[in-house]
């Protein structure tokens, strides 16, 4: 005879009694609770705050973008759904007398995410060395054209926060790139203000960021995206027309090829 022992408690009698029943426990329970329906659009409950949405570029406190077109969520991307082309910010720096995009030698020139292949796993977030690269609670990306679900750099990269100055204009004076990937910069200077000032006058950036160099206002803050506010049934509507999204260009830049392309 066999030593063997189970491991789990045999049933009671009355536990073998509803044995072969068991397995409907669940089914039962759920069939008296309260059925909940979220009346989406018209009311939309916020996501869990580290849901995987949409993607966003993000910036340096002082307005410089943080991507340095280096390629690695492109190539830890599983699904092939972003592509990325860089160049030289000394290009840059020729055209406009000084001024450049990012931090360093390097930044994204074209930035597209294909939310047709994208499936949302983030492991482009864990690829990117500067953080410029992190995923928003936008859940509503949809769309009704192929081309529209292509987002482009302007689609993605968030915008200047309150205080801080648009790109693209010189780093701050006495930094190199490894104080900015520190954190050490924190705000506008008043030599990139005035670089500013000089070269675009019409910047609407430039009284914010006057206020912060001259101690009016608080250091610029890193932009948090928002869920977009309740819709109306006809405001849900225009939006879906539109692609599920805004500010799209009127001509989305070329796509990238098919097969062969550099990722």
Not at 43 to 60: A, D, F, I, S
Not at 76 to 83: E, G, H, L, N
Not at 93 to 111: D, F, I, L, M, W
Request: charged fraction near 20%; proline fraction near 11%; charge should be negative.
């Amino acid at each position: 005879m066999s030593d063997y022992k189970p491991l789990r408690p045999a049933k009671g009698p009355v536990g073998s009694l509803f044995a072969p029943v068991a397995g409907f426990g669940v089914t039962l329970g759920a069939m008296f609770r309260p059925t909940v329906t979220e009346q989406y659009p018209f009311e939309k409950v916020p996501p869990p705050q580290r849901y995987h949405g949409r993607h966003q570029l993000n910036r340096y406190a002082d307005g410089l973008e943080k991507c340095i077109g280096c390629e690695l969520c492109a190539w830890a991307c599983p699904a092939d759904a972003i592509y990325v082309e860089g160049a030289d910010n000394a290009d840059v720096r020729a055209e406009t007398g000084g001024g450049q995009v990012s931090p360093g030698e390097r930044y994204g020139r074209v930035y597209q995410v294909n939310y047709l292949r994208c499936i949302f796993c983030g492991l482009c977030i864990e690829a990117c060395p500067t953080r410029a690269l992190t995923m928003t609670n936008d859940y509503e990306i949809a769309g009704p054209t192929r081309a529209g679900m292509i987002f482009e750099k302007q689609d993605l990269l968030a915008p200047p926060a309150p205080g801080a100055l648009a790109g693209p204009h010189p780093m701050a004076e006495g930094t190199t790139d490894t104080d900015y990937y520190q954190g050490a910069v924190t705000g506008p200077t008043a030599g990139q203000v005035a670089w500013v000032r000089e070269h675009r006058p019409d910047d609407p950036t430039i009284e914010a960021a006057t206020d912060v160099v001259e101690g009016r206002a608080p250091a610029p803050q890193p932009r948090k995206h928002e869920l977009r506010p309740p819709a109306t049934k006809a405001t849900a509507t225009k939006e879906a027309a539109r692609g599920g999204h805004v500010d799209r260009p009127a001509e989305p830049a070329p796509l990238r090829p098919a097969e062969g392309g550099q990722r």
